[in-house]
């Protein structure tokens, strides 16, 4: 392939492809609304563009992590209805209610200062309540259920919705996860007629008791892998083509990159890329002759990475494209319909999560299609 800004790597998302996955997804979970997760940049794919084909696939609701990225979204979708994961942060109510952002909210804390806010204007704005149920990150203990219960009572204040987090979910047959679900389901005894929300993309596939009023799928929307040990069913949303600079040849017994990790047994040739860890490749893909490291794809070929990658640079064994080399400027396939964007993750002893996320390189952003795709 040969890229077409000639300025470094090509990342290719298919919003199509995203639409798509929402719309399979929200039929799985039919009899709960589909939200869309979007944080961290809609998982490296850009939130504006994304939110905007997720709308038109049909996502009314999206969660963010943080207020910055909650006001991103609504830019690009007006009528979204947001929710905000890492709750109200200090001092920033205001800034909360006038961009219509529903904090999360995860301790007393909030609570008052969401609740005095109310009562200051004398409007119940809304937000959701978030219960820890095994995850032991943000959220109410579940032994405050009764007080956050009795303070809402007094108030009468009605949240949008109870939330908790599933920590084992893409592990399905894990104990833990019907634990939660026990434990969940005894909160919401506490709280009848709130709409609740535990699944995300893997406890939406993992079965319906896990659905309740509201799933939020995440990576599975961008076609990363959700449930470990199971074929990925979801369409691929991102391509990364990265640019060849040079190929050269080097000899049996010479070696590759900083630290000499890597001793050729062959001779050789090598295609050097312009792509390092300051792209977000990380510098755990690197081969040596003790461990295999990444693959990319150049010519219908996976072709192994040899050496320590650097901050601007990889380098690849072409030998086995023979005399079908490529030419300067060409792109490798770094993941893709060719290469999994979880293999990659796998060789980088990752996940594909950290792998999207981390796509703040130096790279063109090419937007193929829409949310407006026909189904099938």
Not at 212 to 226: D, E, H, K, S, T
Not at 261 to 266: E, F
Not at 269 to 288: Q, T
Not at 334 to 352: E, K, L, S, W
Request: net charge neutral; aromatic share 8%.
């Amino acid at each position: 392939m040969a890229l077409t800004s000639g300025l470094g790597g090509q990342l290719n998302i298919d919003l199509g492809a995203l639409a798509r996955n929402w719309r399979a997804l929200d039929k799985v979970s039919a009899g709960a609304l589909t939200g869309a997760v979007v944080k961290a940049d809609a998982y490296g794919t850009g939130i504006a563009m994304s939110a905007r084909a997720l709308h038109a696939a049909g996502a009314r609701f999206f969660f963010v992590a943080t207020p910055d990225e909650g006001l991103a979204v609504r830019a690009s979708v007006p009528d979204a209805h947001i929710f905000v994961l890492n709750g109200l942060y200090p001092g920033a109510a205001n800034l909360y209610i006038r961009q219509n952002l529903m904090p999360v909210i995860a301790s007393m804390a909030m609570l008052e200062e969401w609740l005095g806010k109310c009562l200051e204007r004398n409007e119940a704005y809304p937000a959701a309540l978030h219960f820890d149920t095994g995850i032991n990150r943000l959220g109410f203990r579940l032994n405050e259920a009764g007080l956050v219960r009795e303070r809402l009572a007094s108030l009468g204040y009605a949240p949008q919705m109870v939330m908790s987090h599933l920590a084992c979910a893409d592990m399905p047959s894990h104990e833990k996860n019907r634990t939660q679900l026990a434990l969940f389901s005894s909160l919401l005894t506490q709280f009848p007629g709130v709409p609740a929300s535990l699944a995300n993309s893997a406890g939406l596939m993992t079965g319906r008791d896990y659905h309740f009023q509201m799933v939020r799928p995440g990576i599975a929307l961008y076609g990363g892998r959700a449930v470990s040990g199971r074929k990925n069913p979801m369409a691929p949303v991102v391509t990364l083509h990265v640019p060849i600079l040079q190929i050269t040849e080097a000899r049996t017994g010479e070696t590759v990159g900083y630290g000499a990790g890597h001793s050729l047994s062959r001779n050789s040739r090598l295609a050097i890329l312009s792509h390092g860890y300051a792209d977000g490749f990380f510098r755990s893909l690197s081969g040596s002759n003790m461990r295999p490291g990444g693959k990319v794809f150049i010519r219908g070929v996976l072709c192994p990475v040899l050496g320590r990658i650097s901050m601007d640079q990889t380098v690849v064994d072409v030998t086995e494209l023979g005399s079908n080399l490529p030419l300067p400027g060409e792109g490798a396939e770094v993941f893709g319909p060719n290469i999994a964007v979880d293999d990659q993750a796998d060789a980088a002893g990752t996940i594909g999560y950290e792998l999207l996320t981390s796509l703040k390189g130096r790279y063109s952003r090419n937007y193929i299609g829409d949310g407006n795709l026909p189904e099938g």
